[in-house]
RNA sequence: GGGCGGUUAGCUCAGCUGGGAGAGCAUCGGCCUUACAAGCCGAGGGUCACAGGUUCAAGCCCUGUACCGCCCACCA
C-alpha cells in the first residue's frame, strides 16, 4: 500500500495514530466534561456499569457505541450534556475471581479471613479493574472520565445504607426463613432471575409409596428421587376420587421409618402421572407452598454444598447426585421403583457458575416489591417512561404482574454488607445506617453485624441518583435527573432496568430515566451466540485493530436496527471500513481545491438560489440529510441514521456531485469555481459534522486540517435544517439530467464501446424547457460520459443504425456506424418493452377502475395519470425503436 | 402452558402513517478516467413463508396455518 500524501493526508485512512491523537486531544481539552449552564436543556445518560471484572465484547461495544452516538449528538447540539460512567463491583463474579487467584496459591478465602479477603478484592481491582474503562475510552465513548464512579465507593455505599435503612423503616425490608435458590458452589443464595433454566434430558423416576396400614399403596413421580429423603407428605387434588380414601391413612415412606400424611391440594394436576405428588418443602419451591397451606414439617436433607446432612440417614456425607444414584438402586432393590423415564425438563442453574441451584429453606433478607412495583408499573402506563421498542411493554406488564420478594442477601463477602446488628445479650435487631456502639434495647455493647452481603443488583438499582450525589442535594441531580434515556440489553430488564424504577420513584419521586432503549444481543452471521467454546466470538478489541474504530462504530450503528436480534457478519465491518476510507478520499480531493481558502468562499451559499442547479441540488440533498439524520437519531433509529448518512455521502455527495464539479474546480472563471469551492466546503463541513457522533476519529482530524482556524469539531455545532437549501426544482432538473448521463453511459457500455472511445450523442427531447436544460449542461455532461459532442434538439432524424435508450419523453442515440449488435439491441429492447409494459398494465387497471377514480385522493390520481402518460410515451419510442431495428437487421 | 419476535434478492438485512419492491455484500460485463482498485461505470437477480379476509389499493391491516428463534412459567 503506498503511503503517498497530497495535501498532508496520506492516500489512505491510517486509524491508528489518528485514533490515539484524537483521545489524548480531548482528554487534554476536557471536551466531555459535564456542562451545567443554566436555560439549557439537558440531556444526561448513566452507562450501565460494566463489571469490574469485564473485558469489553461486542455487547458493550454495541451497547456504548449507541450510547456515545446519542450523547455527542446532543453535546454538539448545546445541550447540557453528561454520561456518567463507572463499573459494578458485581459481588459474586469478582469474588469468583479473587478465589482462583487464591486457589493457585492453594488457599482458599476461608484461609485468609474475610477482612484480609475484602482487602484482596480492593488489591486486585486496582490492578486489573480498569480494564474495560480503558477498553470504553478507546471505543471513543465520551463520558466524563471525572466523574467516574464505582458501585463500591464510599457515596454509593452510603446511599446504598440510606436506602437500606430507610425501606427497613418503612416495613419493605424484612427478615425471614423462606424457600431460595440456594448455589451449592458459590454458598449464596440467588436470586429468582438470577437462576438460568437449562432444558435437560434427565429421567422420571416412578416411586411406589405404600400406605401406613399396609393396605395398597400410591406411585409418585419425581426427577429428583435424593428429595424423598425429605418428604414430608404426599398431595392429591381434593377432587380425586381415586385418593378421597386416604385422609386418614399415612404413607409409609420407603428407606426410611417415617409415616407421612396425605393432605388434599388444588396445585396438584389430577392427570399428570398418577394424580399424587410427593412434598418435600425443604427442597421445592411448590412442595413449601403446599408444606405452609397444610402445615407440614420441613426437613432440610442437605448442607449449604449440597451434601446429605445427618437427616438424610445412612445417606449422610454424600453427595446430593451421588446420593441420587445410590437411593435409586436402593428403591429398586427392595421394590419401592416402578419405573424410571426419559424426561426433558427445565433445570435452574446459578447464572454465575451453571451450577444446578438447590431450592433451599433459609434466614434470608428480603425486599416487599409490590408496592415499589405498582408504581414503576403507573409510572409507565402514564407515559412518564417510554420504553423502546414497544413490544416490550407486554413482558414488562406481566414480569411486574408476578414478580415475586426480591431476596437480597447473598453468602459472600465481597459486597455492601447489610447494615444491620443483632445484640448478644438480648437478640434485638438493630438497623441503623451508623454503625451502632450499644444495643439501644438493652444497653449491651456485645453487637455483632449480619455477616451477609447485599445482592450487587440492589446497589446499581441506585446508580441514576447514587452517582449524582445523592442523599445530598446537589446540582447535578437538579441538573440531570431523570436522565434522558437509558441504554441497554434487554437480558436486564428486570435484573436492573424494573429496580432503578422502583428505586428511584420511590426516593426520588421521579422517575430515573424518560425513555429506556432496549437493544437486542449481539449474535454473529448465523444467528447464534456467541461463546467461546463455538469459537464464534468476534472480539471487538480485535476488530478496532483490524478496520479501526470508526468503522466498528459505523457498522454497529449501522445494524442497530429496534426490536431484532443483530446477526453481525465481519464481513460488513470490512465494508464500512471502505466507508470510511472514502470520506477519507472526498476530503482529500476537497482540500486539494479548498486548502487556500479564506472565509469568504463561504459566502457562495448565502444566496443558494443564484447559484448553478448542481450546487442547488447538493445543498437541497444536504438538507434533506441533515432533517433524516436528525430525525432518526431523535427515535432511535440508528440504522436508519446510518443508512442516510452512507447513502448521502457515497452516493450523492461522492458518486455526482465530486464527479460533477471537477470542471468547475479547474475552472478559469473564478467565479465558477469559487461557487463549487464554497459550496464544497460548506457541504463537506456539514457532513463532518452530521458524521461525528458515529465516526469521531476520522471527522475530527478531517476538520482538523481544513482551511481556517477552526475549535474542535467534537464541540462544534450540529447542523441544523436550512429550509433555505430544500430546492425541488434543482432536484427535478438534476434527476433529468442523471438520467441522461445514465443513458449514454448504458449505451457505451451494453454497446462495449470502449471508455476512451470518443463519440457522439444525440438527445431528442419535444419539452423545449428540458431540451434548454440539457443543452446547458453541454460541457458536464460530455465530460461526464466521455462523448467527444451532445446534440439536442427538440425534433430530427432518429438513426437506426444507433444504440438507444428512453425514459419518459427523452430518447438518446449514439450512432454506432455498423457496430450495433442487433441482437442484443433487440433482448434489450425487448426487455424495456416488457417492463414497461407490466407497469403500465397496473396502471390501466387503476385508471379504469371507477373505485379506484372515485375513493383514491385526487393526489394519488394524479400520479397515476403522470405515470401513464411517461409509460405510454416510453412504451410508443420503444415500438419505433424496435420498427428501426428491424430495417437494419 | 403463556407471551414476544421472525419468514422480503444467492447471503445479511432495511422498508417508520397502506399508494410505483430497497441497501450492503456476492454475481456478470467493462474500466488503473489525476480523491479513492479499500475505486469507477454498466447489468442481472424477488410468487415479500402459505391460505383466506378487509380495502379503490396490502410486504405493511385482520384471521388462520407452517417452520425458526427468544423470553416467562409451580405438571412433580
Known amino acids: 500500500m503506498t503511503t503517498a500524501k497530497t495535501n498532508g493526508l496520506s492516500k489512505a485512512y491510517e486509524f491508528s ?5 484524537w483521545l489524548d486531544r480531548w482528554s487534554e481539552a476536557k471536551s466531555f466534561q459535564g456542562v451545567m449552564e443554566d436555560g439549557k436543556d439537558s440531556f444526561s445518560i448513566v452507562i450501565p456499569p460494566p463489571n469490574v471484572t469485564g473485558v469489553l465484547h461486542v455487547g458493550h461495544a454495541l451497547n456504548n457505541t449507541m450510547q456515545d452516538v446519542l450523547v455527542r449528538y446532543h453535546r454538539m447540539r448545546g445541550d447540557n450534556t453528561l454520561w456518567v460512567p463507572g463499573t459494578d463491583h458485581a459481588g459474586i463474579a469478582t469474588q469468583n475471581v479473587v478465589e482462583r487467584q487464591l486457589a493457585t496459591e492453594g488457599k482458599s478465602r476461608h484461609d485468609v479471613g474475610r477482612d484480609a479477603f475484602i482487602e484482596k478484592v480492593w488489591e486486585w481491582r486496582k490492578e486489573k479493574g480498569g480494564t474495560i474503562i480503558k477498553q470504553l475510552k478507546r471505543l ?17 455505599s452510603t446511599a446504598v445504607r440510606e436506602v437500606f435503612v430507610r425501606l427497613y423503616k418503612e416495613g419493605l425490608i424484612y427478615k425471614g426463613d423462606y424457600i431460595v435458590n440456594w448455589c451449592p458452589r458459590c454458598h449464596t443464595a440467588l436470586a429468582d432471575d438470577e437462576v438460568e433454566h437449562e432444558d435437560t434430558k434427565g429421567k422420571l423416576y416412578h416411586l411406589r409409596y405404600p400406605f401406613a396400614d399396609g393396605s395398597g399403596h400410591v406411585v409418585v413421580a419425581t426427577t429428583r428421587p435424593e428429595t424423598m429423603l425429605g418428604d414430608t407428605g404426599v398431595a392429591v387434588h381434593p377432587d380425586d376420587e381415586r385418593y378421597s380414601h386416604l385422609a386418614d391413612v399415612g404413607i409409609k415412606l420407603p428407606l426410611t421409618d417415617r409415616t407421612i400424611p396425605v393432605v388434599f391440594d388444588h396445585h396438584v394436576e389430577k392427570d399428570f402421572g398418577t394424580g399424587a405428588l410427593k412434598v418435600t418443602p425443604s427442597h421445592d419451591r411448590d412442595d413449601y407452598e403446599i408444606g405452609m397451606r397444610h402445615n407440614l414439617e420441613l426437613c432440610k436433607v442437605m448442607d449449604d454444598s449440597g451434601v446429605m446432612n445427618e437427616a438424610a440417614g445412612t445417606y449422610a456425607g454424600l453427595d446430593r447426585f451421588d446420593c441420587r444414584r445410590k437411593i435409586v438402586a436402593d428403591l429398586e432393590e427392595q421394590g419401592f421403583l416402578v419405573k424410571i423415564e426419559d424426561y426433558d425438563h427445565a433445570v435452574g442453574q446459578c447464572y454465575r457458575c451453571a451450577t444446578v441451584v438447590e431450592p433451599t429453606t433459609s434466614l434470608q433478607w428480603f425486599v416487599s416489591v409490590r408496592p415499589l412495583a405498582d408504581k414503576a408499573v403507573d409510572a409507565v402506563k402514564e ?10 411493554y407486554n413482558t414488562f406488564y406481566s414480569w411486574m404482574d408476578n414478580i415475586r420478594d426480591w431476596c437480597i442477601s447473598r453468602q459472600i463477602w465481597w459486597g455492601h454488607r447489610i447494615p444491620a446488628w443483632n445484640c448478644d445479650d438480648c437478640g434485638e435487631l438493630i438497623v441503623e445506617s451508623d454503625d451502632p456502639t450499644s444495643c439501644p434495647k438493652c444497653g449491651s455493647e456485645k453487637l455483632a453485624q449480619e455477616s451477609d452481603v447485599l445482592d450487587t443488583w440492589f446497589s446499581s438499582a441506585l446508580w441514576p441518583f447514587s452517582t449524582m450525589g445523592w442523599p445530598e442535594d446537589t446540582k447535578e441531580l437538579a441538573t440531570f435527573y431523570p436522565t434522558s434515556v437509558l441504554i441497554t440489553s434487554f437480558d436486564i430488564l428486570f435484573f436492573w432496568v424494573a429496580r432503578m424504577m422502583m428505586m428511584g420513584i420511590h426516593f426520588m419521586d421521579e422517575v430515573p430515566f424518560k425513555d429506556v432503549y432496549l437493544h437486542a444481543l449481539v449474535r454473529d452471521k448465523h444467528g447464534k451466540k456467541m461463546s467461546k467454546s463455538t469459537g464464534n466470538v468476534i472480539d471487538p478489541l480485535e476488530v478496532m485493530d483490524q478496520y479501526g474504530t470508526d468503522a ?3 457498522t454497529l450503528t449501522a445494524f442497530a436496527a429496534q426490536g431484532r436480534e443483530i446477526k453481525l457478519d465481519e464481513e460488513r465491518i470490512e465494508g464500512y471500513r471502505y ?3 472514502k470520506i477519507w478520499n472526498a476530503a482529500r480531493f476537497a482540500l486539494m481545491h479548498v486548502d487556500d481558502c479564506d472565509e469568504s468562499v463561504r459566502d457562495a451559499v448565502r444566496d443558494p438560489a443564484a447559484l448553478p442547479l448542481v450546487h442547488r441540488w447538493i445543498l437541497s440533498r444536504t438538507a434533506t440529510t441533515v432533517s433524516e439524520v436528525r430525525t432518526s437519531l431523535d427515535e432511535y433509529h440508528f440504522n436508519e441514521t446510518a443508512s442516510s448518512l452512507y447513502q448521502f455521502v457515497w452516493h450523492e455527495f461522492c458518486d455526482w456531485y465530486l464527479e460533477w464539479i471537477k470542471s468547475d474546480l479547474f475552472s478559469k472563471d473564478e467565479t465558477v469555481r469559487d461557487h463549487a469551492r464554497g459550496v464544497l466546503l460548506t457541504v463537506l463541513e456539514t457532513i463532518l459534522k452530521l458524521l461525528h457522533p458515529v465516526t469521531p476519529f476520522v471527522t475530527e482530524e478531517i476538520w482538523s486540517v481544513l482551511p481556517g482556524e477552526r475549535e474542535m469539531l467534537v464541540t462544534s455545532d450540529y447542523p441544523e435544517v436550512e429550509e433555505s437549501w430544500r430546492d425541488e426544482e434543482a432536484e427535478n432538473a438534476i434527476a433529468i439530467l442523471m438520467g441522461v448521463i445514465t443513458g449514454i453511459r448504458n449505451i457505451r457500455s451494453e454497446a462495449d464501446v470502449h471508455p476512451s472511445a470518443t463519440i457522439e450523442a444525440v438527445v431528442l427531447c419535444a419539452d ?7 443543452r446547458n449542461y453541454q460541457p458536464a455532461l460530455t465530460e461526464m460520459t466521455r462523448l467527444s459532442a451532445l446534440t439536442v434538439e427538440t425534433e430530427g432524424d432518429k438513426p437506426a443504425d444507433a444504440g438507444v435508450y428512453i425514459f ?36 390501466n387497471g387503476k385508471l379504469g377502475n371507477e373505485k379506484f377514480l372515485a375513493n383514491a385522493p385526487d ?18 419510442k420503444i415500438e419505433e425503436a424496435e420498427a428501426r431495428l428491424k430495417e437494419l437487421g
Open 579 to 581: 466507508f470510511i476510507n
Open 768 to 774: 423545449p424547457h428540458k431540451a434548454e436544460l440539457i
Open 552 to 554: 466498528m462504530r459505523f
Open 140 to 156: 471513543g465513548a465520551s463520558c466524563d472520565w471525572e466523574r467516574e464512579r464505582f458501585t463500591m465507593d464510599e457515596g454509593l
Open 17 to 21: 495514530d489518528v485514533e490515539s491523537k
Open 383 to 392: 407515559g412518564r417512561i417510554n420504553i423502546y421498542p414497544k413490544n416490550w
Open 859 to 876: 393526489a394519488v390520481v394524479a400520479k397515476e395519470k403522470a405515470k401513464k402518460d411517461e409509460l405510454d410515451a416510453t412504451f410508443t
Open 808 to 843: 419518459g419523453d427523452i430518447e438518446i442515440y449514439v450512432p454506432l456506424k455498423g457496430l450495433v449488435d442487433v441482437a442484443r439491441e433487440g433482448a434489450k429492447l425487448a426487455r424495456e418493452k416488457k417492463k414497461v409494459e407490466d407497469k403500465l398494465r397496473q396502471v
